[in-house]
């Protein structure tokens, strides 16, 4: 997938009540890159491991279906809200951009978050779960005080989370700090400026059929499977 067109993307989900002046710039960047990219589409991307990888922390069933069904669906939709935006924007159509806008806030934060969820995740054998090191265990420590204090807050964020939703480890490039939060739905963590590093998904599909309704149990579990190297790459390249 061309780096223009995910960097496209990412613009467009982020800009989400932008006057209509932005909509329009926006939707030209959108359609050049897709140009460029040869009109390509956004696909699922290939698991980095087997569904039943991840058990006993997440059965292999909620894996697939997690991955096959709903990722698919939001990558499905996304790419026939951008078919609409790119045709709406050669019409010069502006009231049908923005009506897309939320559409594709939506499926494309639901894309763009799950791609990463897929690589923040590895089976114990591959490291899943094995605490961070270096840079970014000192930068843990440096603002929440030790890794404890890190999971505690963020399983608690989570928590908290009403409805559906995920909570995030985020790199804030301007203070050089990281930071927690939460967000609804499927917002993703540029639309609050934060780079993201590290996600936890607490919509119930994510759980449910394991965990049923007690998501912080789920929340506990999930460190065991976290791959803390993937997330000091993603560090390393915030800064």
């Known amino acids: 997938m061309s780096a223009a067109l995910i960097n496209a993307l990412e613009t467009i989900v982020s800009s989400s009540g932008s006057s209509s002046k932005n909509i329009i710039s926006i939707s030209r960047k959108l359609a050049t890159a897709s140009s ?29 279906l997690h991955h096959s069904k709903h990722h698919q669906a939001y990558v499905t939709n996304l790419n026939a809200s951008l078919e609409k935006y790119r ?31 897929w690589q923040n995740l590895a089976p114990k054998s591959a490291g899943g779960g094995v605490e961070p090191t270096g840079e970014l265990a000192s930068a843990i420590s440096s603002r929440f005080g030790s890794f404890a204090s890190l999971k505690q807050q963020m399983s608690a964020s989570g928590a908290s989370v009403q409805g559906s939703g995920w ?6 490039k301007a203070t050089a700090r990281l930071e927690i ?32 309704n007690v998501r912080p149990d789920y929340l506990a579990a999930i460190w065991n499977v976290i791959n803390w190297t993937d997330v000091a790459k993603r560090f390393a390249a915030a800064k």
């Open 36 to 64: 460029a990219a040869g009109m390509q589409s956004f696909k699922l991307p290939d698991m980095p491991y087997d569904y039943g990888a991840l058990e006993p922390t997440l059965s292999g069933e909620i894996m697939k």
């Open 87 to 117: 045709a709406a924007e050669l019409s010069g159509n502006v009231a049908e951009m923005i009506a897309l806008q939320q559409a594709i806030r939506f499926n494309g934060g639901g894309h763009v978050n799950h791609a990463i969820f």
């Open 167 to 172: 909570t995030w480890l985020g790199y804030n």
């Open 181 to 212: 939060t939460a967000l609804p739905n499927q917002d993703p963590l540029s639309t609050v400026g934060l780079i993201p590093l590290l996600g936890i998904d607490v919509w119930e599909h994510a759980y449910y059929l394991q965990y049923k």
